[in-house]
């Protein structure tokens, strides 16, 4: 049986740069951010400005759940001084909105969250990075980093600035706000203009560990990613004075669809999922995926102040449904997926169009980004392919 480490979560579009590592951040933030700098010819994911890209994970062990951010720099090496400013927000279910684990011997999760390129992101290199902070389970942060080249976006990084800072838990690295608290979804003090709510709850403010409401965060940019409960948890609307000052929240919220997961048990044994979350919720649901186009709006509104019988649903988002890419189903015990020898391991198909990391000896095979092609186990521009055959060939 592979190592539990085999079974973590690990971002797999964008293409992350450096060999796999699917471990979360180093309490002691040594390998904060991004788990060391870009090493090799990194795979470089082409981002035109306001095109539809997908957040796609390869792993089972996702503890639960949590909540997710995309952030980028400007920096094309990270390091404990760089700005990461977020441009999507998943709150509850990230990776996946099921209970404990998915089947440690199962097929590999490959859900994908669907997400707008803002077209306020300068013009040329940047750095992307993938945050998870788990719902159960040990008190970690993941993060996985990735290279990209953004076409036709702003002439300047001004747009880019005014984006809220990305938040930092659990490592003991400047700007950390602390150990979250176990057993939530969790909300972002401020989590940006754009974003989506899979979960079902409890939320939590991911900071100050006090009850709150997905998607009503303080929208626009300027945040700080310390605690901020307040705003976190706030039910109030942004007064009508503050209009010209904050954009609106296009948080959406994602209805999920519960049903038995008779196949696949849950895994919430071993090192990094403690017995004391094993009250759970009576279904265990699937799951659910966005299945509409990325950032539809979703105005923030101001709760009732005491409980009151539900309103009727208002004209928002028709219910959205879980879609899943192609390839095996979450949880559904298929054996779907490319055979491959080594865990951790990049897999190529044999024309270099798709790729796919070995997990439990198959590999969900996904598209290779623009401009790009998979050869011998690498991801490069396909321009150095050609050259260096061209070469072999004199």
């Known amino acids: 049986m592979a190592p539990l480490s085999s079974a973590h979560m690990i971002m797999a579009s964008p293409v992350p740069f450096n060999a796999p590592n699917n471990s979360p951040l180093v309490p002691d933030g040594s390998d904060f951010p991004c788990k060391g700098s870009p090493s090799g010819s990194a795979t470089v994911n082409q981002w035109p400005a306001g095109s539809t890209q997908s957040l796609a994970f390869s792993g089972t062990a996702v503890h639960g759940g949590g909540s997710c951010q995309m952030s980028v720099t400007t920096d094309k090496t990270p390091t404990k001084d760089s700005k990461w400013k977020v441009i999507y927000s998943i709150e509850g279910g990230c990776p996946a ?8 011997n199962g097929p590999s999760y490959d859900g994908t969250f669907p997400f707008t390129v803002p077209q306020d992101l300068p013009t040329g290199d940047l750095t992307v990075a993938w945050t998870w902070f788990n719902k159960i ?3 970690e942060m993941y993060m996985n980093c990735a290279s990209v ?7 300047d990084a001004s747009g880019l600035d005014a984006l809220p800072d990305m938040a930092i838990a659990n490592v003991n690295v400047p700007g950390s706000c602390g150990t979250t608290k176990e057993g939530a979804d969790y909300t972002f003090a401020n989590p940006g203009m754009f974003g989506t709510t899979v979960g ?4 939590m403010d991911l900071c100050a560990g006090t009850p709150s409401q997905p998607g009503v965060g303080r929208s626009g940019g300027g945040g700080d990613s310390g605690s901020d409960g307040a705003a976190g948890a706030s039910s109030q609307a942004p007064a009508a004075s503050d209009a010209g000052s904050t954009m609106p929240s296009t948080f959406r919220t994602v209805k999920t669809v519960t049903a038995p997961m008779a196949s696949v048990p849950t895994n919430p044994g071993g090192v990094m999922a403690p017995s004391a979350c094993s009250a759970a919720p ?7 995926q966005p299945s509409q186009g990325p950032d539809t709006a979703y105005p923030t509104a101001a709760p009732a102040p005491a409980p009151a019988p539900a309103p009727a649903p208002a004209p928002a988002p028709s219910p959205i449904t879980p879609h899943p890419p192609a390839g095996a189903a979450p949880g559904s015990g298929s054996s779907s997926g ?4 080594t865990d951790g391991q990049l897999v190529c198909s044999p024309d270099g169009t798709q790729y796919g990391l070995c997990n439990f000896r198959k590999a969900v095979m996904m ?3 623009g401009g790009t092609k998979c050869v011998n186990g690498t991801i490069a521009k396909r321009g150095d392919f050609t050259h260096r055959n061209q070469r072999t060939a004199i």
């Open 137 to 139: 389970g040990n008190r």
């Open 149 to 155: 080249s953004v076409t036709g976006g702003a002439d």
């Open 97 to 104: 909105n099921v209970e404990g684990n998915l089947n440690q």
């Open 200 to 203: 079902e709850g409890p939320f």
């Open 282 to 288: 009576a279904p265990k649901p699937t799951p659910a």
């Open 367 to 369: 598209p290779v980004a």
């Open 338 to 341: 490319t055979p491959c020898s």
